[in-house]
């Protein structure tokens, strides 16, 4: 017989009203809520009693877990640190989400608990006004929109955006506008399979659809923009058991003994009526004829969920009846993982009870400890739990005379106590010396003021691995891996006899433990300015990926592709602008280009789940290529929203990074139906790039048409184009020839003009005209740019001439844009000084534009003690922009190497790349857009490890799925 446990049941405050969390408002000014911490804020990954953990549901299906304490806005002054009220908080977080009826996981403070219950909502808050690079608070949660930045097309603006929750996390960048075409009007198009001329339309909606929540734009510009709407989910209510359910079977017209108590089951035609009766079975505690629960999703419905429970609050028990796979023989601690959802054809009832049930209710305290307030946030997406927050109600100081605070009180089988406790001391007038979290088992964190000569102004932290930290370092992550205090970072490498291996390294990332080098000497990045004064942040980089040491062979192997130079500006490069980037170390600027659009119709897209092993190689993905190395579209994950299966695709670009945020697709989510509670586009498009599906499934996609930017060529100059005022037949010099106006009208917007070689061979233009219908489609048009240039004269020593667009005409003259020693770059052609590297320029997703130089090698490279360097790509001098130098290598481990770059005659290095020994040469170096996005996807786990670099320590030991995980997926 099983004996009783010790109950708890917890029922928190009122229910919340229609808005978010109750309470009063606050304005931006007085609470910290959807802010972040200090950008230079202490990162402590691990902490005895702060758990982070993987653990399966009932279905098998994964859930990582992860703990972590925060503090923000705080400052020491008057010899005192001040955390305002919501400034330091407790946040358990599920990297997924927590649904009823599938015993997801939970941590709360520290216990291992599993979600029962959910009550939420959808707010909606109308008419919110936000200006650029303004956090605005949108309800009395804390909620805030963030109006990150803007950019334009046509020179019409659009601007991207995210919702940022309370604790400061947000999914993604969501972008909008109301100056262009709707995405619908795609579906007029008429192109055929493979090359098309450039679109005339710039397609993008002023709502974005994204599952429970939907945000729309009522008018914006450049700087600013009104929202009509912003609808979200929230939670308003989370119960949760602290223990382990019971698993029983079901016996039909009979009973099972649950403690001091039987339980009957009795069949219906409509399901199961259940009967929880005391130990005699005379008194009857609680029946309902109830359901069995299955996967569906629909279930937790807030007018469906009724039917799959029976709750006898005075009891402090739930029960629920599953339907579950026959092998799983009654236990919940192997469910299955190695077949679909719906996969078993044999299965058993079983009762499923819940029991030590805790109720906590948004905005209200927490039982057992009313200086902290709870809040519950919902994944945006699927509007099911994914944090659960507990923070300080009201503001405190620490001093030298009361130097610690308690965090909340937790629940123990064993001894409610604090689960934390804040503590510092040390203080002058405006900064502390130390400070630190010591957790419930005694365990405390380093001192986080790093510098105790300095002190810190403040005494803001993050402990824990909860995935709110990667956005909460969005503006700050560069800096803090680029920081070379204790030298370049380098993890050791996980050695196998197997090394992955592939023989072209095209459109995939580089080893996500490869080194970051940071900024180094011979890799430029600084800010170039266009014509307008709009300053552009332009950078070169070098990226090494899928190298991998040949043991049997004694050598180091670069596959192809595997070594790319990359040069990005901080947007797209312009024609007609004057703007400029660096080309192999040089500063260059763009003259002209073409490009067009790429089609493909009627093709399937696989899940990419579908692997040998369950591994994550990529030689294993079900990757379908758009255009010759142009961009693969990559099925990179599903989910069901009310069963209606959702996919998310990916364009993932050459260099291996994706285009902007995943496509959600999905069919019969429309938001105007009564029926649904998500929206999601039964179709994508953004600027110049779409998707239109045929069907929808949980792995595989058929797509009718998707079409995207390819650009084929550009062309540019080493030499600083210059700007002449030419009246009727004067003329000036070009390169070797001159150019000559002939004619011009300043109504039509027109100028003719004549360039002369140095033989008298002429070739004449009418420029423009610059017009209305010109402006309009300026600068991204080729068709309109090409109308205002004339280049003439041999490949790779063109001279050109080009209109003012700014002030085409001044003092009575027309003036002109002259560029000369014009080179010419074909895409997929060899580099034209480094036959060993081909040209794999990218384009811009939206526009068309030049996006990305990129150089890698064309053939395999191979290092070994014969052929310990390997020099980069040459420039026009013929010098090369960097060398790869092996400096210790024993045949099967890398134990020293470096990149080297010479500039004006010195010889700049790497720190030693291999500090811990390496089983491949990957890296990072430099800081662009390319080598931002792989930094970017393991921000985490990056982070981490700089910490356990910076105190010289190894990371503590994964167990468990965790530690198959990470071995598997290296």
């Given at each position: 017989?099983?004996?009783?446990?010790?109950?708890?049941?917890?029922?928190?405050?009122?229910?919340?009203?229609?808005?978010?969390?109750?309470?009063?408002?606050?304005?931006?000014?007085?609470?910290?809520?959807?802010?972040?911490?200090?950008?230079?804020?202490?990162?402590?990954?691990?902490?005895?009693?702060?758990?982070?953990?993987?653990?399966?549901?009932?279905?098998?299906?994964?859930?990582?877990?992860?703990?972590?304490?925060?503090?923000?806005?705080?400052?020491?002054?008057?010899?005192?640190?001040?955390?305002?009220?919501?400034?330091?908080?407790?946040?358990?977080?599920?990297?997924?989400?927590?649904?009823?009826?599938?015993?997801?996981?939970?941590?709360?403070?520290?216990?291992?608990?599993?979600?029962?219950?959910?009550?939420s909502h959808r707010n909606t808050v109308r008419d919110v006004k936000v200006a650029k690079r303004e956090k605005v608070l949108v309800d009395k949660a804390g909620y805030r929109l963030w109006f990150d930045f803007s950019t334009d097309h046509y020179d019409k603006p659009y601007i991207q955006l995210a919702l940022i929750a309370p604790s400061g996390h947000w999914p993604l960048e969501f972008t909008v506008s109301d100056q262009f075409a709707h995405m619908e009007e795609i579906r007029k198009l008429d192109m055929k399979d493979g090359l098309n001329p450039q679109l005339i339309e710039y397609y993008l909606d002023p709502d974005y659809w994204y599952g429970a929540s939907k945000f729309t734009v009522k008018s914006n510009d450049f700087d600013k923009a009104t929202f009509d709407s912003l609808e979200y989910p929230v939670i308003d209510e989370a119960t949760f058991s602290l223990s382990r359910p019971w698993v029983l079977d079901v016996r039909q017209e009979d009973f099972r003994w649950y403690g001091t108590k039987r339980i009957y089951a009795f069949r219906h035609p409509e399901g199961f009526l259940v009967r929880v009766t005391d130990f005699s079975g005379d008194k009857v505690l609680g029946e309902k004829l109830i359901r069995p629960v299955t996967p569906q999703g629909y279930k937790d419905r807030d007018d469906a969920k009724d039917e799959y429970f029976l709750s006898i609050p005075e009891e402090n028990m739930r029960v629920e009846i599953m339907v579950?796979?026959?092998?799983?023989?009654?236990?919940?601690?192997?469910?299955?993982?190695?077949?679909?959802?719906?996969?078993?054809?044999?299965?058993?009832?079983?009762?499923?009870?819940?029991?030590?049930?805790?109720?906590v209710r948004n905005g209200e305290p927490w039982p057992l400890d009313p200086r902290y307030r709870v809040g519950l946030e919902a994944n945006l997406l699927t509007g099911k739990l994914q944090r659960l927050i507990l923070e300080n109600a009201e503001p405190f100081t620490l001093d030298d005379s009361s130097n610690s605070f308690d965090g909340p009180i937790k629940y123990s089988e064993v001894w409610n106590r604090p689960a934390f406790k804040l503590v510092a001391s040390g203080f002058d007038d405006k900064t502390v010396s130390e400070y630190y979290v010591r957790d419930a088992f005694f365990q405390r964190t380093d001192n986080m003021v790093f510098d105790g000569k300095k002190g810190r102004r403040d005494i803001d932290l993050f402990v824990g691995r909860a995935p709110t930290l990667i956005p909460i370092l969005e503006d700050s992550f560069l800096t803090r891996l680029s920081d070379k205090t204790y030298g370049i970072v380098v993890q050791g490498s996980h050695f196998t006899t197997h090394p992955q291996a592939m023989d072209n390294m095209a459109f995939n990332a580089p080893d996500p433990t490869a080194p970051f080098g940071g900024l180094l000497r011979g890799f430029n990045r600084t800010n170039v300015k266009n014509r307008r004064g709009d300053a552009l942040v332009s950078a070169e980089g070098l990226v090494i990926r899928g190298s991998y040491v040949d043991w049997r062979n004694d050598r180091i192997v670069i596959p192809r592709a595997g070594l790319f130079y990359t040069s990005r500006n901080g947007r797209n490069v312009r024609a007609l602008r004057g703007e400029s980037f660096y080309m192999l170390g040089r500063k260059a600027w763009i003259a002209t280009f073409q490009s067009a659009t790429f089609v493909r119709k009627d093709f399937d897209l696989d899940f990419w789940k579908l692997q040998p092993e369950g591994s994550l190689h990529p030689i294993y993905w079900q990757d379908v290529p758009l255009g010759e190395n142009n961009k693969m579209l990559r099925f990179t994950d599903r989910k069901f929203l009310d069963d209606r299966a959702m996919g998310l695709v990916n364009v993932v670009k050459y260099s291996g990074n994706n285009f902007g945020a995943p496509f959600l697709l999905a069919q019969n989510l429309d938001p105007t139906d009564p029926g649904t509670r998500y929206s999601v586009h039964p179709m994508f498009g953004e600027g110049s790039t779409w998707i239109i599906p045929e069907f929808v499934g949980d792995n595989y996609m058929r797509i009718k048409?998707?079409?995207?930017?390819?650009?084929?060529?550009?062309?540019?100059?080493?030499?600083?184009?210059?700007?002449?005022?030419?009246?009727?037949?004067?003329?000036?010099?070009?390169?070797?020839?001159?150019?000559?106006?002939?004619?011009?009208?300043?109504?039509?917007?027109?100028?003719?003009?004549?360039i002369a070689d140095k033989d008298g061979k002429a070739e004449t233009r009418v420029l423009g005209p610059l017009d209305e219908h010109a402006r309009n489609l300026l600068p991204q048009h080729q068709d309109i740019v090409n109308r205002l240039q004339l280049v003439v004269g041999p490949l790779n020593d063109r001279v050109m001439a080009e209109m003012d667009i700014e002030k085409p005409f001044e003092d009575g003259k027309a003036a002109l844009w002259t560029y000369v020693n014009l080179l010419y770059l074909e895409n997929e052609k060899p580099l034209p000084t480094d036959s060993r590297f081909m040209v794999r320029s990218d384009v811009c997703g939206h526009c068309y534009q030049l996006n990305e130089l990129l150089f890698d090698n064309s053939e395999e490279i191979v290092l070994d003690r014969n052929n310990p360097r390997y020099d980069g790509?040459?420039?026009?001098?013929?010098?090369?922009?960097?060398?790869?130098?092996?400096?210790?290598?024993?045949?099967?481990?890398?134990?020293?190497?470096?990149?080297?770059?010479?500039?004006?005659?010195?010889?700049?290095?790497?720190?030693?790349?291999?500090?811990?020994?390496?089983?491949?040469?990957?890296?990072?170096?430099?800081?662009?857009?390319?080598?931002?996005?792989?930094?970017?996807?393991n921000m985490l786990e990056r982070s981490a490890y700089q910490e356990y670099w910076r105190v010289g320590l190894h990371e503590h030991a994964k167990r468990g799925l965790d530690a198959w995980m990470a071995h598997k997926f290296q």
């Amino acid at each position: 017989m099983f004996f009783e446990r010790r109950w708890k049941n917890l029922l928190i405050g009122a229910m919340v009203g229609a808005s978010c969390l109750a309470g009063v408002p606050a304005s931006g000014a007085e609470t910290p809520h959807g802010l972040q911490p200090a950008a230079d804020m202490p990162y402590i990954p691990d902490l005895g009693g702060l758990r982070a953990r993987t653990f399966k549901n009932q279905y098998g299906q994964v859930r990582h877990l992860a703990e972590s304490v925060v503090v923000r806005q705080s400052k020491v002054e008057g010899g005192k640190a001040h955390v305002p009220a919501g400034g330091l908080f407790y946040i358990s977080e599920t990297k997924e989400d927590a649904a009823p009826f599938m015993r997801d996981p939970f941590f709360v403070l520290g216990e291992h608990a599993y979600l029962v219950d959910l009550k939420s909502h959808r707010n909606t808050v109308r008419d919110v006004k936000v200006a650029k690079r303004e956090k605005v608070l949108v309800d009395k949660a804390g909620y805030r929109l963030w109006f990150d930045f803007s950019t334009d097309h046509y020179d019409k603006p659009y601007i991207q955006l995210a919702l940022i929750a309370p604790s400061g996390h947000w999914p993604l960048e969501f972008t909008v506008s109301d100056q262009f075409a709707h995405m619908e009007e795609i579906r007029k198009l008429d192109m055929k399979d493979g090359l098309n001329p450039q679109l005339i339309e710039y397609y993008l909606d002023p709502d974005y659809w994204y599952g429970a929540s939907k945000f729309t734009v009522k008018s914006n510009d450049f700087d600013k923009a009104t929202f009509d709407s912003l609808e979200y989910p929230v939670i308003d209510e989370a119960t949760f058991s602290l223990s382990r359910p019971w698993v029983l079977d079901v016996r039909q017209e009979d009973f099972r003994w649950y403690g001091t108590k039987r339980i009957y089951a009795f069949r219906h035609p409509e399901g199961f009526l259940v009967r929880v009766t005391d130990f005699s079975g005379d008194k009857v505690l609680g029946e309902k004829l109830i359901r069995p629960v299955t996967p569906q999703g629909y279930k937790d419905r807030d007018d469906a969920k009724d039917e799959y429970f029976l709750s006898i609050p005075e009891e402090n028990m739930r029960v629920e009846i599953m339907v579950q796979p026959e092998y799983l023989k009654h236990s919940d601690f192997t469910p299955w993982s190695n077949d679909v959802p719906y996969g078993w054809t044999d299965g058993l009832l079983s009762f499923v009870i819940y029991d030590d049930l805790v109720t906590v209710r948004n905005g209200e305290p927490w039982p057992l400890d009313p200086r902290y307030r709870v809040g519950l946030e919902a994944n945006l997406l699927t509007g099911k739990l994914q944090r659960l927050i507990l923070e300080n109600a009201e503001p405190f100081t620490l001093d030298d005379s009361s130097n610690s605070f308690d965090g909340p009180i937790k629940y123990s089988e064993v001894w409610n106590r604090p689960a934390f406790k804040l503590v510092a001391s040390g203080f002058d007038d405006k900064t502390v010396s130390e400070y630190y979290v010591r957790d419930a088992f005694f365990q405390r964190t380093d001192n986080m003021v790093f510098d105790g000569k300095k002190g810190r102004r403040d005494i803001d932290l993050f402990v824990g691995r909860a995935p709110t930290l990667i956005p909460i370092l969005e503006d700050s992550f560069l800096t803090r891996l680029s920081d070379k205090t204790y030298g370049i970072v380098v993890q050791g490498s996980h050695f196998t006899t197997h090394p992955q291996a592939m023989d072209n390294m095209a459109f995939n990332a580089p080893d996500p433990t490869a080194p970051f080098g940071g900024l180094l000497r011979g890799f430029n990045r600084t800010n170039v300015k266009n014509r307008r004064g709009d300053a552009l942040v332009s950078a070169e980089g070098l990226v090494i990926r899928g190298s991998y040491v040949d043991w049997r062979n004694d050598r180091i192997v670069i596959p192809r592709a595997g070594l790319f130079y990359t040069s990005r500006n901080g947007r797209n490069v312009r024609a007609l602008r004057g703007e400029s980037f660096y080309m192999l170390g040089r500063k260059a600027w763009i003259a002209t280009f073409q490009s067009a659009t790429f089609v493909r119709k009627d093709f399937d897209l696989d899940f990419w789940k579908l692997q040998p092993e369950g591994s994550l190689h990529p030689i294993y993905w079900q990757d379908v290529p758009l255009g010759e190395n142009n961009k693969m579209l990559r099925f990179t994950d599903r989910k069901f929203l009310d069963d209606r299966a959702m996919g998310l695709v990916n364009v993932v670009k050459y260099s291996g990074n994706n285009f902007g945020a995943p496509f959600l697709l999905a069919q019969n989510l429309d938001p105007t139906d009564p029926g649904t509670r998500y929206s999601v586009h039964p179709m994508f498009g953004e600027g110049s790039t779409w998707i239109i599906p045929e069907f929808v499934g949980d792995n595989y996609m058929r797509i009718k048409e998707f079409g995207t930017p390819i650009i084929q060529n550009i062309q540019y100059t080493y030499t600083e184009p210059k700007r002449v005022l030419l009246g009727v037949g004067e003329s000036a010099g070009l390169g070797a020839g001159t150019v000559k106006v002939l004619a011009f009208d300043e109504a039509a917007g027109t100028v003719t003009v004549e360039i002369a070689d140095k033989d008298g061979k002429a070739e004449t233009r009418v420029l423009g005209p610059l017009d209305e219908h010109a402006r309009n489609l300026l600068p991204q048009h080729q068709d309109i740019v090409n109308r205002l240039q004339l280049v003439v004269g041999p490949l790779n020593d063109r001279v050109m001439a080009e209109m003012d667009i700014e002030k085409p005409f001044e003092d009575g003259k027309a003036a002109l844009w002259t560029y000369v020693n014009l080179l010419y770059l074909e895409n997929e052609k060899p580099l034209p000084t480094d036959s060993r590297f081909m040209v794999r320029s990218d384009v811009c997703g939206h526009c068309y534009q030049l996006n990305e130089l990129l150089f890698d090698n064309s053939e395999e490279i191979v290092l070994d003690r014969n052929n310990p360097r390997y020099d980069g790509p040459k420039g026009a001098d013929g010098k090369p922009i960097f060398s790869i130098v092996v400096d210790n290598f024993d045949g099967e481990m890398i134990h020293a190497w470096h990149i080297e770059t010479v500039v004006r005659g010195r010889v700049f290095k790497s720190d030693n790349l291999a500090f811990n020994p390496r089983n491949n040469v990957d890296v990072l170096m430099g800081v662009n857009g390319t080598t931002e996005g792989f930094l970017r996807a393991n921000m985490l786990e990056r982070s981490a490890y700089q910490e356990y670099w910076r105190v010289g320590l190894h990371e503590h030991a994964k167990r468990g799925l965790d530690a198959w995980m990470a071995h598997k997926f290296q």
